[in-house]
């Protein structure tokens, strides 16, 4: 499967499909990627990625999240400082929690301070607002649950899997306002719809969540409806989404601790839910684990690819 940044996580729901419809009983959905191989160098630009009737601009991925950034700032009228600080508390929160994860990348602490000052690379985004580059691999079993009861006992089940591809509609549309991403809203609804979930924040014990720069993450909370429009920041602030908090984020530490080896991401983060809802997370175990979400998104603006996994316990 190659879906941009969502292909792990489509690479699950296929294979998901596949036992689903009867036609495989057991099946291996692996995800890899050498990024640094094949994606030029450590640059990973994507210049002209689509051939379509419409302007082109040539822009990496930080600079594509970068306007988002920008616009988020200036709708809600938020300071450059006080977007900053917002910005850089969730990257000090993934790098707290990548402390407790053996397999991540970067395993150190950073500071507020720190965060808030490192080197720019598209205003308003700077060092410690983006993932880092890794190489990497992940694999997922999936079966049946009858097969599945005579293997384990602590199986996982799967509740719902969704995918949102974008065809250029907002960018076509004078009233898109860059503060949401609309392929995020669309498979989240999909999901919830099919896993029963009514309210969001509330059901979901942990989310794992696509945050290859700190901005998408702040997003990401508003669009899968873990915070109402604008009051993200207000969340961040009160601690919502931290280890401890009502429903804890990327609790080991996200794209940003683990870097972003494309295929392999979603499956890596099923991974993390997948040990989470067993209660074998370790130091970074949360208290209450019953549901969990997985969800990525690539692409640039008008054309993101959005998959949405929702996971529970026996």
Known sequence: ME???AGGTDTFRNACYGVASGVYDIVLACGVEKTKDHMGGFSMYVTTPFDRSMVEWDLPPVSQFAQLATRYFHHYGLSYEAGRRILSKIAVKNHHNGTMSPKAHFRREITLEQAMNAPMISYPLNLFDACGMSDGGAAAVITTPEIAKSLRKDYILVKALALAN????????????????????????????????????????????????????????????????????????????????????????????????????GLRMIYEIYKQLQGRAGPRQVKKADIGLVHNVGGVNGFFNCAVAIFGRT
């Open 166 to 265: 974008g065809g250029g509609q907002s960018v076509l549309q004078p009233e898109y306002d860059f503060i949401h991403i609309p392929e995020s809203v669309a498979a989240g609804k999909a999901a919830y719809k099919e896993a029963e979930i009514k309210n969001p924040r509330q059901e979901i014990d942990i989310a794992i969540v696509h945050d290859c720069f700190t901005i998408t993450e702040l997003l990401i909370y508003e669009d899968l409806g873990f915070s109402p429009r604008g009051k993200g920041p207000e969340d961040v602030e009160a601690g919502t989404f931290e280890l401890t908090g009502e429903l804890p984020v990327n609790t080991d530490g996200g794209l940003k601790c683990f870097g972003h080896p494309l295929s392999a991401s």
């Open 3 to 5: 879906n941009f940044c």
